[in-house]
Protein backbone atom coordinates (compact mmCIF):
# COMPACT_ATOMS: atom_id res chain seq x y z
CA UNK A 1 0.00 0.00 0.00
CA UNK A 2 1.10 3.34 -0.39
CA UNK A 3 0.81 6.72 1.70
CA UNK A 4 1.66 10.01 1.28
CA UNK A 5 3.01 12.78 3.70
CA UNK A 6 3.26 16.69 3.38
CA UNK A 7 5.13 17.41 6.44
CA UNK A 8 3.90 21.14 6.45
CA UNK A 9 0.17 21.78 6.36
CA UNK A 10 1.08 25.77 5.72
CA UNK A 11 4.20 27.24 5.02
CA UNK A 12 4.53 31.59 4.77
CA UNK A 13 7.19 33.15 2.59
CA UNK A 14 8.14 36.38 1.47
CA UNK A 15 7.96 37.37 -1.80
CA UNK A 16 11.32 37.22 -3.54
CA UNK A 17 12.50 34.27 -1.31
CA UNK A 18 12.78 30.17 -2.01
CA UNK A 19 9.89 28.42 -1.40
CA UNK A 20 9.82 24.60 -0.48
CA UNK A 21 7.30 22.21 0.25
CA UNK A 22 8.06 19.09 1.58
CA UNK A 23 6.37 15.63 0.38
CA UNK A 24 7.41 12.05 1.76
CA UNK A 25 5.98 8.97 0.06
CA UNK A 26 5.57 5.12 1.34
CA UNK A 27 5.21 2.71 -1.56
CA UNK A 28 6.46 -0.93 -2.03
CA UNK A 29 7.45 -0.20 -5.70
CA UNK A 30 8.84 3.32 -7.11
CA UNK A 31 5.81 5.12 -7.99
CA UNK A 32 4.99 8.16 -10.23
CA UNK A 33 4.82 11.17 -8.62
CA UNK A 34 2.70 14.25 -9.00
CA UNK A 35 2.31 17.70 -7.71
CA UNK A 36 -0.93 19.73 -8.34
CA UNK A 37 -1.69 23.15 -6.84
CA UNK A 38 -5.32 24.89 -6.24
CA UNK A 39 -5.52 28.27 -6.20
CA UNK A 40 -9.08 29.48 -4.36
CA UNK A 41 -12.30 28.56 -5.65
CA UNK A 42 -9.91 26.88 -8.52
CA UNK A 43 -10.31 23.25 -9.42
CA UNK A 44 -6.69 21.30 -9.71
CA UNK A 45 -3.95 21.80 -11.99
CA UNK A 46 -0.91 20.13 -12.63
CA UNK A 47 2.46 21.57 -11.20
CA UNK A 48 4.72 18.88 -12.40
CA UNK A 49 5.44 15.01 -12.47
CA UNK A 50 8.04 12.50 -11.98
CA UNK A 51 7.72 9.06 -14.06
CA UNK A 52 11.19 7.53 -13.74
CA UNK A 53 13.25 9.81 -16.16
CA UNK A 54 15.01 12.46 -14.64
CA UNK A 55 15.15 12.95 -11.18
CA UNK A 56 14.82 16.60 -11.15
CA UNK A 57 11.73 17.62 -12.70
CA UNK A 58 10.77 21.29 -13.85
CA UNK A 59 6.97 22.26 -14.46
CA UNK A 60 4.84 25.16 -14.48
CA UNK A 61 5.49 28.87 -13.40
CA UNK A 62 9.34 28.33 -12.05
CA UNK A 63 8.70 25.23 -9.88
CA UNK A 64 10.94 22.23 -9.70
CA UNK A 65 10.73 18.83 -7.54
CA UNK A 66 13.59 16.54 -7.40
CA UNK A 67 12.69 12.66 -6.79
CA UNK A 68 15.14 11.17 -4.00
CA UNK A 69 14.60 7.60 -3.67
CA UNK A 70 16.53 7.14 -0.87
CA UNK A 71 14.75 9.45 1.36
CA UNK A 72 11.64 8.65 0.00
CA UNK A 73 10.82 12.08 -0.59
CA UNK A 74 9.88 14.46 -3.62
CA UNK A 75 10.26 18.09 -2.31
CA UNK A 76 8.75 20.88 -4.39
CA UNK A 77 10.88 24.22 -4.90
CA UNK A 78 10.99 27.45 -6.48
CA UNK A 79 14.19 29.93 -6.10
CA UNK A 80 11.34 33.02 -5.63
CA UNK A 81 8.30 33.02 -4.58
CA UNK A 82 5.66 35.33 -6.39
CA UNK A 83 2.46 36.71 -5.20
CA UNK A 84 0.75 34.34 -7.44
CA UNK A 85 2.10 31.65 -6.00
CA UNK A 86 -0.53 31.65 -3.26
CA UNK A 87 -2.58 28.94 -3.18
CA UNK A 88 -2.83 25.12 -1.95
CA UNK A 89 -0.14 22.32 -3.09
CA UNK A 90 -1.00 18.31 -3.04
CA UNK A 91 1.42 16.06 -3.86
CA UNK A 92 0.12 12.45 -5.03
CA UNK A 93 2.17 9.33 -5.27
CA UNK A 94 0.39 6.51 -7.98
CA UNK A 95 1.42 2.89 -8.31
CA UNK A 96 0.14 1.48 -11.52
CA UNK A 97 -3.29 -0.22 -11.51
CA UNK A 98 -4.25 1.87 -8.93
CA UNK A 99 -6.10 5.64 -8.16
CA UNK A 100 -3.76 8.54 -7.00
CA UNK A 101 -4.30 9.16 -3.73
CA UNK A 102 -3.24 12.79 -2.05
CA UNK A 103 -1.17 14.19 0.74
CA UNK A 104 -3.78 16.72 2.99
CA UNK A 105 -1.82 19.61 1.24
CA UNK A 106 0.03 22.29 2.08
CA UNK A 107 -1.19 25.86 1.64
CA UNK A 108 1.65 28.42 0.80
CA UNK A 109 0.81 32.24 1.88
CA UNK A 110 3.51 34.65 -0.45
CA UNK A 111 3.50 38.44 1.76
CA UNK A 112 4.51 41.12 -0.14
CA UNK B 1 -15.77 23.72 -23.38
CA UNK B 2 -13.96 21.81 -20.12
CA UNK B 3 -12.81 18.70 -21.11
CA UNK B 4 -14.68 17.02 -17.67
CA UNK B 5 -17.66 18.29 -16.74
CA UNK B 6 -19.44 18.11 -13.36
CA UNK B 7 -23.14 19.23 -12.67
CA UNK B 8 -24.60 20.86 -11.01
CA UNK B 9 -21.44 23.13 -9.46
CA UNK B 10 -23.47 24.10 -6.53
CA UNK B 11 -25.83 22.54 -4.51
CA UNK B 12 -27.88 22.99 -1.54
CA UNK B 13 -30.02 20.00 0.20
CA UNK B 14 -31.51 19.14 3.28
CA UNK B 15 -30.51 15.78 5.48
CA UNK B 16 -32.41 12.83 4.22
CA UNK B 17 -32.45 13.88 0.36
CA UNK B 18 -30.99 11.78 -2.38
CA UNK B 19 -28.59 13.66 -4.28
CA UNK B 20 -26.81 13.17 -7.46
CA UNK B 21 -23.69 14.49 -8.90
CA UNK B 22 -22.84 14.01 -12.73
CA UNK B 23 -19.42 14.06 -14.35
CA UNK B 24 -18.54 13.77 -18.22
CA UNK B 25 -15.68 13.61 -20.29
CA UNK B 26 -14.55 14.06 -23.57
CA UNK B 27 -11.18 12.93 -23.53
CA UNK B 28 -11.81 9.50 -24.06
CA UNK B 29 -10.65 8.48 -20.89
CA UNK B 30 -11.20 4.96 -19.56
CA UNK B 31 -10.50 5.74 -15.97
CA UNK B 32 -12.68 7.81 -14.09
CA UNK B 33 -12.57 8.63 -10.32
CA UNK B 34 -14.50 10.85 -7.44
CA UNK B 35 -12.97 12.54 -4.70
CA UNK B 36 -14.20 14.84 -1.97
CA UNK B 37 -12.22 17.37 -0.48
CA UNK B 38 -12.47 18.82 2.84
CA UNK B 39 -10.32 21.88 4.54
CA UNK B 40 -7.41 20.18 6.26
CA UNK B 41 -7.87 16.79 4.73
CA UNK B 42 -6.63 17.28 1.26
CA UNK B 43 -8.67 15.06 -1.87
CA UNK B 44 -9.72 11.81 -0.68
CA UNK B 45 -11.33 8.96 -3.08
CA UNK B 46 -14.36 7.92 -2.36
CA UNK B 47 -14.94 5.66 -5.74
CA UNK B 48 -12.85 4.85 -9.04
CA UNK B 49 -13.89 3.02 -12.33
CA UNK B 50 -11.07 1.97 -14.81
CA UNK B 51 -13.49 1.31 -17.21
CA UNK B 52 -17.49 0.88 -17.96
CA UNK B 53 -17.57 -3.11 -16.61
CA UNK B 54 -15.30 -1.47 -13.32
CA UNK B 55 -16.15 -0.16 -9.95
CA UNK B 56 -13.90 -0.18 -7.08
CA UNK B 57 -14.24 1.71 -3.70
CA UNK B 58 -12.21 4.10 -2.84
CA UNK B 59 -11.42 4.83 1.25
CA UNK B 60 -14.45 6.66 2.17
CA UNK B 61 -17.15 4.93 -0.08
CA UNK B 62 -20.00 4.40 3.06
CA UNK B 63 -22.92 6.48 1.97
CA UNK B 64 -22.04 6.84 -1.20
CA UNK B 65 -22.90 4.89 -4.65
CA UNK B 66 -21.39 5.43 -7.79
CA UNK B 67 -23.03 4.17 -11.45
CA UNK B 68 -20.66 4.06 -14.73
CA UNK B 69 -23.58 4.76 -17.19
CA UNK B 70 -20.82 4.92 -20.39
CA UNK B 71 -17.30 5.35 -21.28
CA UNK B 72 -17.68 8.99 -20.77
CA UNK B 73 -20.29 9.25 -17.70
CA UNK B 74 -19.55 8.71 -14.26
CA UNK B 75 -22.44 9.43 -11.58
CA UNK B 76 -22.11 9.49 -7.90
CA UNK B 77 -25.23 9.15 -5.39
CA UNK B 78 -25.51 9.92 -2.12
CA UNK B 79 -28.86 7.97 -1.18
CA UNK B 80 -29.97 9.69 1.99
CA UNK B 81 -27.41 12.81 2.48
CA UNK B 82 -26.05 14.09 5.95
CA UNK B 83 -24.57 17.42 7.33
CA UNK B 84 -20.98 15.44 7.12
CA UNK B 85 -20.99 14.88 3.49
CA UNK B 86 -21.22 18.31 3.43
CA UNK B 87 -17.96 19.10 0.80
CA UNK B 88 -16.21 20.02 -2.47
CA UNK B 89 -16.35 17.12 -5.10
CA UNK B 90 -14.21 16.45 -7.95
CA UNK B 91 -14.41 13.81 -10.75
CA UNK B 92 -11.43 13.23 -12.30
CA UNK B 93 -10.38 11.27 -15.34
CA UNK B 94 -6.97 9.05 -16.69
CA UNK B 95 -5.45 6.93 -19.30
CA UNK B 96 -2.08 5.83 -18.34
CA UNK B 97 -1.74 4.07 -22.14
CA UNK B 98 -3.22 7.16 -24.17
CA UNK B 99 -1.23 10.48 -21.73
CA UNK B 100 1.53 7.60 -20.90
CA UNK B 101 1.66 8.74 -17.14
CA UNK B 102 -1.74 8.38 -14.79
CA UNK B 103 -1.93 12.09 -14.64
CA UNK B 104 -5.08 12.77 -13.44
CA UNK B 105 -7.43 15.75 -15.43
CA UNK B 106 -10.16 17.13 -13.21
CA UNK B 107 -13.73 19.00 -13.27
CA UNK B 108 -13.97 22.26 -11.93
CA UNK B 109 -15.93 20.65 -8.71
CA UNK B 110 -19.00 20.31 -7.11
CA UNK B 111 -19.95 22.05 -4.28
CA UNK B 112 -22.39 20.42 -2.34
CA UNK B 113 -24.36 21.26 0.80
CA UNK B 114 -26.12 18.93 2.93
CA UNK B 115 -28.62 21.24 5.82
Known amino acids: AQSVTQLDSHVSVSEGTPVLLRCNYS??????LFWYVQHPNKGLQLLLKYTSAATLVKGINGFEAEFKKSETSFHLTKPSAHMSDAAEYFC??????????FGKGTTLSVSS | DADVTQTPRNRITKTGKRIMLECSQTKGHDRMYWYRQDPGLGLRLIYY???????NKGEISDGYSVSRQAQAKFSLSLESAIPNQTALYFCATSDPVRENTGELFFGEGSRLTVL
Open chain 1, 92 to 101: APNQAGTALI
Open chain 1, 27 to 32: SSYSPS
Open chain 2, 49 to 55: SFDVKDI
